[in-house]
C-alpha cells in the first residue's frame, strides 16, 4: 500500500467563465432603477405622491403657500388702509364743510366778512387795596421757613381797607393767624384781606370796587411782623389753595373811593 500512489488530480476547470470584479454592483444599481420606475409609474396611475409632490411644491409648507399667504394678507391690509384714509377723508371733508366760508369763495364772502372782529369782554377793573408799599411777596417769609400765602402791603393801623373789584361777601371772621378777615368772592378771584378790625360788611353782601370793607388792626405779631399792615391772599375758588394774588392785581395803581368812616 505504502508504494501506490493516490491518483493525480486533475486540474479544475470551470464550466463557464468567471464574473468580472465589479458587475454585481451594476446589476444591484440596475435592478432598484427597475424599482424606482415601477414605482413612478405606479404613483402616477395612483397620483399619492404626485399629490404629496404638489403640497410640497405649491402647499403650505412651500415657498408659494407663503408667497400666497403673504399677498393675501398684503390685500387684506391694503383694503383696510383704503377704508381707513377714506373714513378720514370724510371726517376732512365734513369739517372743511362746516368752516365759514372765505371771501371771495363760492358765491361771496361769508356773513359778516370783512367786520372787524367782536372785541372780548373787559377785564374786571381792580384796584389795589391800600396805600402802602408791599412788605413781602408771595413765597416765603425771609424770617422763617413757613410758607407765605400772599402779599403784604403796609398801611398804618385804622387805615381804610378797599374792596379791589366789585364782589359778594362770602364771610367776616377772627383767624388764629390773620386775626380778624374779610373773604369776598370777586367772580373771577377769591380774595381773603387779612389783619383787618372793624369790619363795614356783613356775609352775603354785595361790595362795589372801591368801597371800604375793614380797617387795618394793630399787628400781631403772629406772622413775625412788627408794623400794622394788610395781608391779602388770592384763591380760583373757595377752599382751594392761594395762589399769587399779583398777576391780578394792577402793577401801579392807587386804591380809589372809600374811606375808613
Not at 432598484?32 to 411644491?57: C, D, I, N
Amino acid at each position: 500500500m505504502s508504494g501506490i500512489l493516490p491518483p493525480e488530480e486533475e486540474p479544475y476547470e470551470p464550466d463557464c467563465e468567471e464574473r468580472p470584479p465589479g458587475r454585481p454592483l451594476a446589476r444591484v444599481v440596475l435592478v432598484a432603477g427597475l424599482v424606482a420606475v415601477v414605482g413612478y409609474v405606479s404613483a402616477v396611475q395612483t397620483g399619492g405622491p404626485r399629490e404629496l409632490l404638489a403640497q410640497v411644491r405649491w402647499g403650505e409648507y412651500g415657498v408659494a403657500g407663503r408667497w400666497a399667504e403673504a399677498r393675501a394678507w398684503a390685500a387684506e391690509m391694503g383694503v383696510a388702509l383704503r377704508d381707513k384714509a377714506a373714513g378720514l377723508m370724510a371726517e376732512a371733508t365734513g369739517l372743511v364743510e362746516r368752516l365759514p366760508a372765505l371771501p371771495g369763495a363760492g358765491e361771496g364772502p361769508a356773513p359778516g366778512a370783512g367786520e372787524p372782529p367782536a372785541p372780548a369782554a373787559p377785564a374786571p377793573e381792580v384796584i389795589l387795596p391800600v396805600r402802602g408799599k408791599l412788605l413781602y411777596d408771595y413765597g416765603w417769609l425771609p424770617q422763617g421757613q413757613e410758607p407765605h400765602g400772599g402779599l403784604d402791603f403796609a398801611a398804618a393801623v385804622g387805615d381804610p381797607v378797599l374792596a379791589i373789584a366789585d364782589g359778594t361777601v362770602l364771610r367776616v371772621a377772627e383767624d388764629p393767624a390773620l386775626g380778624g378777615l374779610v373773604e369776598v368772592d370777586h367772580g373771577f378771584i377769591i380774595a381773603l384781606y387779612g389783619q383787618v378790625a372793624g369790619s363795614k360788611v356783613k356775609a352775603g353782601e354785595p361790595v362795589a370796587r372801591g368801597q371800604a370793607l375793614a380797617a387795618i388792626a394793630e399787628p400781631t405779631g403772629k406772622e413775625g411782623d412788627r408794623e400794622a399792615h394788610l395781608h391779602l391772599e388770592v384763591r380760583i375758588t373757595p377752599g382751594a389753595k392761594p395762589v399769587d394774588p399779583a398777576p391780578f392785581l394792577p402793577r401801579s395803581a392807587a386804591p380809589q373811593g372809600g374811606d375808613a368812616d
